[in-house]
């Protein structure tokens, strides 16, 4: 057996994932300016062959890889360890959830359901504990940034509430 | 502005005058430096709600006491725990953690300490003196260069930065492409928008900024349940001790001066950070040290060379952000955000028109490092917990306060979601091996490359060969063509000869 064949492959499937993306929206970028004046059209096609010649290598450099049997179509390098992988995910969704909600949550509310929850899936235990972290962290934020500097944040039932209540800083 | 004694007298009470400002600064830098991973572009983004909200010399000065203090952090868990708290301190883990090792943590603290102050103060004096005449630089560029340079800027830090410098020109091209995104410059049509009326003035890059270090930072730190090892050595030595140790750190003077200046001159290449200038100085420290053998087995030399020449850096990162506008590295694009959004200009408009900023930006970082020298001595007995921290903790406090701070320079929601698409783009690049910080360079040069292009083009009749018209142009693209061009074939002859020797050896 050659030494070749010994060598482990090497993973390439999460490693496409960028250029792919990158190269998709360079097309769609040069789609986009397709009918502008040549004179508006030229820098982005210019970034955009950069940008698709430097992919391409690339996939030429992959291709030649997959040829001599030294690549492997492997993505679970992107999702990181198998261990608490379902947690991470949790995470994800908890940032966007925390999306969906700040705008009519405010910033003191959602803060506090987002590190709450998201501290609990990352691992913080008893709840208790999690709460409390969330509760200090929440509250210390509104009062440092909104509160001391007047941080322009968003804006829900908490801050409104406080807004009500007569307060030397209002 | 001339820089007179009376100026400079002017520029360090007005630096020493924001000392409440420096101190806390100083504070939370050397603490978030101490932690592994977390650079200290994570923390002025997280803090980023605050240099918004504060006036711009205010805004600096924290971003700058906070930068070189993260510096002087990174070497506490270097020596006591062997992981670097930044990448400028890898180095000193060769000889830091023998010492700690040996029972010598103390002295070994307090020599990563001296020389990281020692070789601040140095290099910022320098700079301030040189700054002068660095800001004419930008007299002599004119729009031809100006596309050359930041081309060969991100070409730089795709071939000295990224691991694979084929990944790491995509990552650049591929912030250019994204930078680019917006209505045109001439007709004002949007384009690669996806229809996103937001995005019709380009990229916020404060979104993008968060997203692409906090947000994707926050998800990989989420892979390990601690930043740090547990079994940190505890170190509470004496305050007679302490001053012992400091005071004993000063007799490596030369190497602390020689190492930090040559710190600053490699802080200067866009890319070449910390820790490439931390190896460099560690390796010619062996090269010219009478003992070369005694490196790596805790020798003291081996701690000051690299911490002087990773806080050399710190000032010759800002170099070509000040001279010419273009940042050297992840801090610099950082800071360049912040000014940006405070409507700073850069180059030498803002030698113009804003002299005191200008130089007060290094005279702020000198008075940091004078802090720095008092804080030190409490400092050097009582830091050894911080590095402990459950990422339980960190990540969801990262996540929350960096997201919210994207929606403060222009109250859309959307941003926050640009935030959560960059933090998700940030992720997968960090963890396929792309450069995050030549995207988010990328991101920033993209409108100012374009616009030079446009420019170059509209003085010289739309004639693509005025890119080549110009003798420093020229030189440059000579210059980016070797960068490209002499990587690969470097290592493919040192691949062919390791297999040679092996082939010997068989």
């Known amino acids: 057996m050659s030494l070749n064949d010994d060598r482990p492959k090497k993973p390439v499937g999460a490693d496409l994932i960028i250029p792919v993306a990158a190269s998709l929206y360079a097309l769609y970028y040069v789609a986009s300016v397709w009918d502008f004046p040549p004179e508006a059209q030229r820098s982005g096609i210019f970034l955009a062959a950069m940008l698709l010649l430097f992919s391409g290598l690339f996939f030429v450099r992959v291709g030649l890889m997959a040829v001599r049997g030294q690549a492997r179509w492997d993505f679970s390098a992107v999702l990181g360890p198998t261990e608490r992988r379902l947690h991470r995910a949790g995470f994800l969704g908890l940032i966007f959830v925390y999306l969906f909600v700040v705008e009519w949550g405010g910033f003191t509310l959602t803060t506090f359901a987002f590190l709450f929850a998201g501290s609990w899936l990352a691992g913080l235990r008893p709840p208790g504990k999690a709460a409390l972290f969330a509760a200090v962290a929440a509250l210390g934020g509104w009062l440092f940034f909104v509160v001391v500097l007047g941080t322009r944040f968003p804006v829900g039932p908490f801050e409104r509430l406080v807004a009500m209540v007569p307060t030397p800083w209002s | 502005m001339e820089l007179n004694p009376a100026t400079l007298l002017e520029l360090f009470w007005h630096s020493l005058s924001m000392w409440w400002l420096i101190i806390p600064a100083v504070m939370i830098g050397i603490l978030m430096g101490a932690i592994p991973g977390f650079a200290a572009h ?66 070994a603290l307090a020599l990563s300490f001296v020389a990281s102050v020692v070789g601040g103060l140095i290099t910022a004096g320098i700079t301030l003196f040189l700054l002068p005449f660095l800001s004419q630089v930008g007299f002599h560029i004119r729009s031809v260069e100006m596309v050359v340079i930041m081309l060969f800027g991100l070409a730089l830090i795709a071939a000295i930065a990224a691991q694979d410098m084929l990944k790491g020109l995509i990552a650049g091209a591929f912030g250019l492409m994204l930078g680019a995104m917006g209505a045109d410059h001439i007709y004002a049509t949007p384009r690669g928008t996806f229809g996103i009326l937001e995005l019709f003035d380009g990229v916020p890059l404060v979104p993008a900024l968060i997203g692409l270090f906090a947000i994707s930072e926050a998800l990989v730190m989420l892979e390990r349940r601690t930043i740090a090892k547990t079994n940190a050595a505890q170190v509470t030595p004496t305050w007679p001790q302490s001053l012992r140790n400091i005071f004993h750190a000063f007799k490596h003077g030369w190497t602390i001066a020689w190492s930090s200046v040559l710190g600053l001159v490699i802080g200067v290449l866009p890319g070449a950070g910390a820790s490439i200038a931390a190896f460099v100085a560690y390796q010619q420290a062996r090269i010219f040290s009478k003992t070369p053998e005694k490196f790596g087995t805790g020798h003291e030399p081996a701690i000051v060379a690299p911490e002087a020449a990773n806080n050399g850096v710190t000032t010759g990162t800002l170099v070509p952000l000040l001279a010419i506008g273009i940042p050297g590295g992840s801090t610099a694009a950082v800071m360049m955000v912040v000014l940006q959004y405070h409507g700073v200009p850069f180059g030498p408009r803002l030698f113009i028109t804003e002299p005191l900023l200008a130089y007060g930006v290094i005279m702020s970082m000198f008075v940091a490092y004078l802090f720095m020298l008092v804080t030190m001595f409490p400092m050097a007995r009582y830091l050894s917990r911080i590095t402990v921290v459950a990422t339980y903790y960190m990540a969801p406090l990262i996540v929350a306060f960096t997201l919210v701070g994207a929606f403060v320079p222009r109250g859309f929601m959307t941003d926050i979601a640009i935030a959560v698409a960059f933090g998700v783009i940030g992720y997968v690049a960090r963890k396929t091996g792309y450069h995050v910080a030549a995207i988010l360079i990328g991101v920033i040069l993209g409108p100012l490359i374009e616009r030079s292009f446009l420019l170059t083009m509209r003085i010289h009749g739309n004639d693509l060969m005025a890119l080549f018209s110009s003798p420093i142009g020229n030189v440059l693209w000579g210059l980016l063509a070797l960068t490209l061009i002499l990587p690969p074939i470097l290592h493919r002859r040192a691949h062919r000869r390791g297999k040679a020797e092996a082939d010997d050896v068989y």
Do not use: E, Q, W
Request: with cysteine; hydrophobic share 55%.
């Open chain 2, 42 to 107: 994570n923390t002025i983004i997280m803090l980023l709600p605050l240099t918004l909200v504060f006036d711009v010399d205010l805004a600096l000065t924290f971003m700058v006491a906070l930068y070189c203090a993260s510096h002087l952090g990174g070497g506490i868990p270097a020596i006591l725990l062997n992981i670097p708290g930044t990448g400028g301190a890898a180095a000193t883990t060769l000889d830091g953690y023998p010492m700690s090792r040996a029972g010598l943590a103390a002295k």
